[in-house]
């Protein structure tokens, strides 16, 4: 694969409990950080709640827009985990009881001397075709099915997944940033910086207003996958706001 | 308005930098919490770059299916903020600077004895026929255009401008919700509490995992609009797992 291509994401975060307010979702911040640094390009997100048509519909309208999909959420043994089952109807396939699934949590309840209940069974249920991804932590697999990665939601969980699938994704040209921070307000700048943007089309630049020592400040934010060109905006955005180099 | 009518939510974030994970969201939550505590039904979340096209698309899925849609991001002086513009293209209105918002503007820099420069008056642009929503932290304003109501994204300024729209807003039934706590992984109950849902079609039941004191443990979520059938749906439910009242 080139290293130029543009490979893309979309996040579905999938959970009534985020929608409550209930959970405070801390896996967006988490893929995107992760994404952006293996050089996929997170380009939506979404939460839906946990009802099947929801995700149904959020999922294939994803699916078929970016590179990849991320879900998160309803992988567990309760009734109101129905990700599995969404997905499998998303892509139109049975879902069963797969053995590798199951071989995978007998091993897991086995070492904790448990048995392998019919709830606990439920979480070795996966669409036809799709390939497992291990669970460290708690035993039950997420898995990946076309260009679908299904995850946990507990974080830990989450993350864990995420980096034992990372090696089986196709990545691109990362997306290198560099950050400006400077002294004054976002309005004091605005005019010099969106001169600076139409200057170089090829770089993203965002303009981040925080308040730094109480003094209203900015964070002036160049993106791009090209590190020269990325420095030579950079050089003359400070150059233009007079700033050292 | 009835009590029982449902008030239903989208949140909108608008954001390169949430997407990038350079800054992690906090507004998602806070909205959450809130619109659930004043019975509005958050029911989906979507988080889009900053580019109008994307903004446009999104904005209209969300405002002609759910009762509000509230956005957060965008509405700086940056050549970035495009936040406005795309809600006025949007709802296919024309945006101009509105006098309003240019005398709140001028009121604010003029106590700081700052010049209300073209890149300030840019943050007094709106979407024709819009309804400005005071910005006490840092003066340019939000605002309100037919069920979509547009904040900042900076977490403080957000806040404020959520709760000085919320005197305004048609709100519904507030969702009442009674969290059990049980020292026993979701595995365990999961039979129970399946069937404990089916007899209760009205109270929505969640099940969610955490370690309580290093231990696998749960907390079951029950909510629902009717305080009493939500109260027999807990007692119900804690002697089936032979829980005390």
Request: hydrophobic content about 40%; charged content about 25%.
């Given at each position: 694969m080139p290293d130029d291509k543009i490979v893309t994401a979309a996040v579905l975060v999938i959970g009534d409990e985020i929608l409550s307010g209930r959970t405070k979702d801390r896996n967006i911040g988490t893929i995107a950080t992760h994404l952006t640094?293996?050089?996929?390009?997170?380009?939506?997100?979404?939460?839906?709640?946990?009802?099947?048509?929801?995700?149904?519909?959020?999922?294939?309208?994803?699916?078929?827009?970016?590179?990849?999909?991320?879900?998160?959420?309803?992988?567990?043994?309760?009734?109101?985990?129905?990700?599995?089952?969404?997905?499998a109807a998303a892509f139109d396939v049975p879902i069963a009881v797969d053995p590798r699934a199951k071989a995978q949590l007998a091993t897991y309840y086995n070492a904790r001397k448990l048995e392998l209940t019919p709830a606990r069974l439920r979480m070795a249920r996966v669409p036809t075709g799709a390939e497992l991804i291990e669970n460290k932590v708690s035993g039950a697999p997420g898995f990946v099915i076309g260009n679908v990665v299904v995850m946990a939601g507990v974080p830990d969980i989450m993350q864990a997944m995420l980096e034992t699938v990372t090696p089986l994704l196709v990545t691109g040209a990362p997306l290198q940033s560099i950050t400006i921070e400077i002294d004054q307000p976002e309005s004091e700048i605005a005019a010099v910086f969106g001169a600076h943007q139409r200057r170089y089309p090829d770089i993203t630049m965002g303009s981040y207003p925080l308040l730094r020592h109480g003094q209203p400040a900015s964070d002036l934010v160049l993106r791009g996958i090209d590190p020269e060109r990325l420095k030579l905006a950079e050089l003359e955005l400070r150059a233009a706001l007079r700033l050292p180099k």
């Open positions: 640094s293996i050089g996929i390009q997170l380009r939506e997100v979404r939460v839906v709640p946990d009802v099947e048509a929801e995700i149904v519909t959020a999922l294939n309208a994803l699916r078929r827009r970016y590179s990849y999909v991320f879900t998160t959420g309803g992988i567990g043994p309760t009734h109101d985990d129905i990700t599995a089952d969404s997905v």
